[in-house]
């Protein structure tokens, strides 16, 4: 069984375009992540969500939101897409970032994201 | 300075050989560190953590260097498989402060 799964692989849209990919585990964790990985392969957090918190990178742009209808699932939703959104977006999940510090991160497939 | 710092490599060394990265980071409120490894067009996946007093799996060691705020991965006997790209990953315990490296790729050769 796939412990992060993550749709579309791949999506390939117009600019200006709403999209949304999915995200779904079934580990039983309590945080979730979205990561952008851009042309240059650096990795960089977007958001952490838990049932309690969001917190968001602020240089993420607000055209990007999270969305979580339960614990096993964060969406993440894009409107008006840009030509600079074209990365590969991983999800990830992990038990709850505590005062114990950031635990092992678990990563979807990854969704490559094309914007023409 | 950037937050945290990786030689990107490539390293090419021919299998059997010892080979070391290292990984600086610039934050010293920093708690947890990992070494994440990625195949090509591949999500990362957990290589292992890196405890204070330096842990060692198998063919692998890590290493942490409060002082000179640095861990560092010592790989053993490589193999071809181990041809991929090594990311360190420090965090400063808030999910803000998730920090991944650029990388260092590795390619081992027969």
């Known amino acids: 069984d796939t412990a992060v799964s993550q749709t579309p692989k791949y999506l390939v849209t117009q600019m200006g375009n709403d999209k949304s990919i999915k995200c779904e585990q079934n580990?039983?964790?309590?945080?979730m992540y979205w990561y952008k990985q851009d042309s240059k392969k650096f990795l960089k957090i977007m958001f952490s969500?838990?049932?309690?918190?969001?917190?968001i990178n602020e240089t993420v742009p607000n055209r990007f939101s999270p969305k979580s209808p339960d614990k096993a699932h964060l969406n993440l939703h894009i409107n008006s897409l840009e030509l600079g959104d074209s990365a590969v977006y991983f999800c990830?999940?992990?038990?709850?970032?505590?005062?114990?510090?950031?635990?092992?991160?678990?990563f979807g497939p990854g969704t490559r994201l094309l914007v023409l | 300075r950037k937050e945290v710092e990786q030689d990107p490599g490539p390293f090419n060394v021919p299998e059997g050989a010892t080979v070391a990265f290292n990984c600086t980071y610039s934050?010293?409120?920093?708690?947890?560190f990992f070494w994440y490894r990625q195949d090509c067009r591949k999500e990362p996946k957990l290589l292992m953590s890196?405890?204070?007093s330096g842990n060692e799996d198998g063919r692998f060691t890590a290493q942490l260097n409060r002082a000179s705020q640095y861990i560092s991965l010592l790989i053993r006997d490589s193999k071809l498989s181990d041809s991929a790209t090594y990311l360190c990953?420090?965090?400063?315990?808030?999910?803000?402060?998730?920090?991944f490296g650029s990388g260092t790729r590795l390619s081992i050769r027969p």
């Open positions: 990830a999940s992990s038990q709850e970032l505590s005062r114990l510090g950031l635990q092992t991160q678990y």
């Open positions: 580990l039983g964790h309590d945080t």
């Open positions: 969500y838990n049932n309690k918190e969001l917190i």
């Open positions: 934050n010293s409120a920093s708690q947890s």
């Open positions: 890196v405890y204070s």
């Open positions: 990953v420090v965090n400063a315990r808030s999910a803000s402060k998730i920090i």
